[in-house]
């Protein structure tokens, strides 16, 4: 599969999504689209059981490609077409049944935050700069970035950040919640991979897809429907050979070897 601004790697049953499109890997549209093409790539493949994404060079991802934009001044149809196809693809991320990590290892702005915050785990160098600067444009995050924020931190924090176009470090988003964990640049990648061969060797690929619909689903839904529904889930990994598999494999205190079915 060839991409222009893009680099899709697979190889242990990880998949490593590298934005490369110079000197910021901003998201043009072509770059969006090539990513969704990936993501639905590592949908459909069944050997990928995690994915990373990340920067070539210096950057995670400095925005949106603001050299589009005049295109859709004036209109209103426009602006809201770039904003609603900047969010599919970030939706799609989110929606992917396979965790995939955000490795941050430089400026991460914009529309770049937004697509790490779609990531279903984040981590980020100590000196990275996070942050939401629209306003400055006389914009507002249209990729997901004013939804995803508040539920991801606070309502407050969302405010003050976006209101303000705070930039902060990747130490300082570690801790308001922003990112996992903060790391120095040569830990970053080796932390990633860590884990995400963690999730892709060690562990059942329908319990992994139906914790993350559990996680996704509770977090809009009340207490009560977030239970319920994740007993239906619990239910429904009670049939499968893993489950069999896993609870056999702990009462004859063995390593268990599961086939993802």
């Known amino acids: 599969m060839n991409f222009k601004n893009i680099q899709l790697e697979i190889a242990q049953g ?22 969704s093409t990936a993501v639905d790539a590592i949908a459909q493949n069944d050997a990928v059981k995690a994915a990373i994404l990340t920067g070539a060079g210096k950057f995670f991802c400095a925005g949106a490609h603001i050299k589009e934009f005049p295109e ?15 969010q599919a693809v970030c939706d799609k991320i989110e929606q992917l049944n396979k965790p995939v990590i955000a490795v941050i290892n430089g400026p991460c702005l914009g529309g770049g935050l937004e697509l790490a915050l ?11 700069q996070l942050g ?3 306003l ?10 004013t939804q995803r924020l508040a539920r991801l931190t606070n309502v407050a924090l969302a405010y003050e950040f976006i209101l303000t176009s705070r930039v902060v470090t990747g130490a300082e988003a570690e801790k308001i919640g922003l990112v996992n964990r903060a790391l120095p640049l040569d830990q970053l990648m080796p932390e990633a ?4 061969r963690l999730i892709a060797e060690e562990k059942s690929a ?13 977090r809009d839904a009340t207490l009560a429907d977030g239970l319920k529904r994740e007993a239906q889930l619990f239910g429904e990994l009670m049939t499968t050979h893993d489950a069999t598999e896993g609870v056999n494999a702990f009462i004859e205190k063995r390593p268990a070897t599961f086939n993802d079915r």
């Not at 990880?14 to 990513?35: D, F, K």
């Not at 329908?206 to 509770?218: E, F, K, L, N, P």
């Open 136 to 145: 400055k444009l006389g914009l507002i995050p249209g990729f997901g970035g």
């Open 14 to 35: 990880v998949a490593r999504l590298t934005l490369n499109h110079p000197p910021a890997n901003t998201l043009s549209v072509e770059t969006l689209r090539e990513i």
């Open 72 to 86: 859709a001044l004036g209109s209103e149809e426009k602006g809201e077409e770039m904003a609603r196809y900047g």
């Open 118 to 128: 779609s990531c279903h785990i984040r981590l980020a160098t100590n000196d990275a």
């Open 206 to 218: 329908v319990s992994v897809a139906r914790a993350i619909t559990a996680i996704r689903y509770g």
């Open 193 to 196: 991979e860590q884990l995400s």
């Open 132 to 134: 939401l600067p629209e």
